[in-house]
């Protein structure tokens, strides 16, 4: 694995024993990597809400199970609120736990009697996502400037001079016009309407003449755009799909 100092890796595991055995184990595997251990929502939301070195980008391992009685699904799910780009590797001793991970975003599940040999591979993913990102959003208003994860956009709003973006926790507004804005964004950023812009990602449902977003917010689509988008759309599933 190329270019591991610019990453770190945050180990969810408060049992002494597995937390040890796991950072000597990712030690062997990824010298290189900074390995930061947490034992629950407390030191992880420390760990969220304090300073990052800039142009670091984090790796999740999180246990399912915690001794605590806390959930790693929940706590990757607050992971995603806070760094939506961060891949979320999770991992348990129990089989019938890998069912429960599809109900939130993540990259890799482990067995843990099978970690040593599963981990690379676990890692491997990791850095290819957190390589493979697109670069950030770069907004102006006023004297503010705000660098915003593609990843974490559901839509943008072109209201008079002003474009409102809809973010998972958070709408910012933007000087920059919606053209401007869709030449910094991947492909799966659509205009469907002259004041609109529908990131395909966070869509839940399209029904020809709006899109319901991830968040229950509904979008128009004007009839200029519907049978573009309707193939557009269609073409992007298909991709998503083929991922799977």
Do not use: W
């Not at 950072?23 to 407390?42: D, F, H, K, M």
């Not at 993540?106 to 390589?131: D, G, N, T, V, W």
């Not at 994860?149 to 943008?156: A, G, H, R, T, V």
């Amino acid at each position: 694995m190329e270019d591991k100092k610019q990453y770190e890796l945050v180990l969810c595991e408060n049992d002494p024993l597995q937390r040890e055995d796991m950072i000597r184990i990712l030690s062997q595997l990824a010298p290189e990597l900074v390995i930061r251990p947490v034992t629950g929502s407390l030191e992880l939301q420390r760990l969220l809400q304090g300073p990052q070195t800039a142009g670091t980008k984090r790796i999740f391992l999180m246990d399912i199970v915690l001794d605590n009685g806390e959930d790693g699904i929940d706590l990757a799910r607050y992971i995603h609120r806070l760094d939506p780009g961060a891949p979320v590797i999770f991992m348990s001793a129990y089989l019938e736990k890998s069912c429960e991970v599809y109900d939130v975003e993540h990259c890799y599940f482990i067995y843990k009697p099978q970690k040593e040999q599963r981990l690379k591979a676990a890692l491997s993913r990791a850095l290819r996502q957190l390589q493979d990102q697109p670069k950030p959003l770069v907004i102006h208003d006023g004297t503010a400037i705000y660098r915003v994860e593609p990843s974490s956009i559901l839509c943008m709003e072109r209201v008079r001079r002003c474009t409102f973006i809809t973010c998972r926790n958070r709408v910012l507004k933007a000087r920059e016009d919606l053209r401007t804005l869709l030449e910094q964004l991947p492909d799966s950023f659509v205009q469907c309407h002259r004041s609109y812009v529908v990131n395909y990602s966070m869509t839940a449902a399209f029904y020809g003449t709006e899109f319901e977003l991830a968040n229950g917010l509904r979008i128009p689509v004007s009839r200029a755009h519907q049978a573009e988008i309707r193939h557009s759309y269609s073409r992007f599933l298909l991709q998503e799909e083929s991922l799977c």
